[in-house]
């Protein structure tokens, strides 16, 4: 048991669309990741995912409309919601979702890391 500290976590990586473990309880992983740009369109048949904003401002396109979710404001995108994130600017978050969640959901691509690197 120890404390983590988000600040060092996110200054220890510099790649984007490429999650970092730094936690697990009860089957899921608590991520970070830094965002920016647009990412693909998805969606996880049997997991959900929290998106909670740290740093900047994050788009959560969805098929019917987009959620702007900012600094201190998260988002629980349910299973079987096709999705896209967007960061128009580089965008700090923290994601909670079972460990078994692929970042690119059913899609596979070169965006997908199987293995998210723990740090």
Not at 74 to 80: N, S, W
């Amino acid at each position: 048991m120890q404390t983590v500290d988000l600040r060092a976590k996110f200054a220890s990586f510099a790649t984007l669309w490429d999650p970092k473990v730094v936690a697990e309880l009860n089957g899921q992983h608590v991520k970070l990741a830094k965002l920016r740009g647009e990412f693909v369109w998805h969606q996880h048949a049997h997991e959900d995912e929290l998106f909670l904003v740290l740093r900047g401002r994050l788009e959560m396109h969805l098929r019917d409309r987009v959620l702007h979710v900012g600094e201190g404001q998260f988002v629980v995108v349910p299973r079987g919601v096709e999705h896209k994130p967007v960061a128009p600017d580089e965008v700090h978050v923290l994601l909670f979702e079972p460990a078994s969640t692929l970042n690119t959901g059913d899609v596979v691509n070169e965006w997908t890391v199987a293995r998210p690197e723990r740090i």
